[in-house]
Nanobody, 122 residues
Framework: VVRLRQSGGGSVQAGGSLQLSCTAS??????HGWFRQAPGKQREGVAT??????TPYYSDSVKGRFTITQGGNTIYLQLNSLKPEDNAMYYC???????????????????WGQGTQVTVSS
C-alpha cells in the first residue's frame, strides 16, 4: 500500500495559478500522478510522471498549462492559465504499471490521496 498525502489547491479567478503537492510514503510504484473529478463526471487523468526517469504524461485538456514535476517521493502539479472547466476535486495516485498500461487511466490506480478542491471562478 502506498500512502499519499496531498496539499495545495484553493480558489482562484480564471487565468490564475495554483500548485498542488503529493508525498508518497511506503509501498512500491513507478507512476505517480494527478487525477480529477468534477461533479457528475468520471475521474479523469490529468498528469502522471514515471518515477525512475521523470517522464511526464499529460491529458490533452491540460497540456501546455499544467506542469508535473517530482522531487524524490513528492510530486508537484503547477496549474497555470486556469479555466472554469478545471473546477474539480484533484486526487493524487500511485501504482506500479506495466509498459503497455495506460498511464492516465484512473481505473488502473489503487492508491489514492485524500483529494483537494480546485475552484476557478470566471
Amino acid at each position: 500500500v502506498v500512502r499519499l498525502r496531498q496539499s495545495g489547491g484553493g480558489s482562484v479567478q480564471a487565468g490564475g495559478s495554483l500548485q498542488l503537492s503529493c508525498t508518497a510514503s511506503s509501498g512500491t510504484y513507478n507512476y505517480h500522478g494527478w487525477f480529477r473529478q468534477a461533479p457528475g463526471k468520471q475521474r479523469e487523468g490529468v498528469a502522471t510522471v514515471r518515477s525512475d526517469d521523470g517522464t511526464p504524461y499529460y491529458s490533452d485538456s491540460v497540456k501546455g498549462r499544467f506542469t508535473i514535476t517530482q522531487g524524490g517521493n513528492t510530486i508537484y502539479l503547477q496549474l497555470n492559465s486556469l479555466k472554469p472547466e478545471d473546477n474539480a476535486m484533484y486526487y493524487c495516485a500511485a501504482r506500479y504499471l506495466g509498459p503497455k498500461q495506460g498511464k492516465l487511466m484512473a481505473q488502473l490506480y489503487n492508491n489514492w490521496g485524500q483529494g483537494t478542491q480546485v475552484t476557478v471562478s470566471s
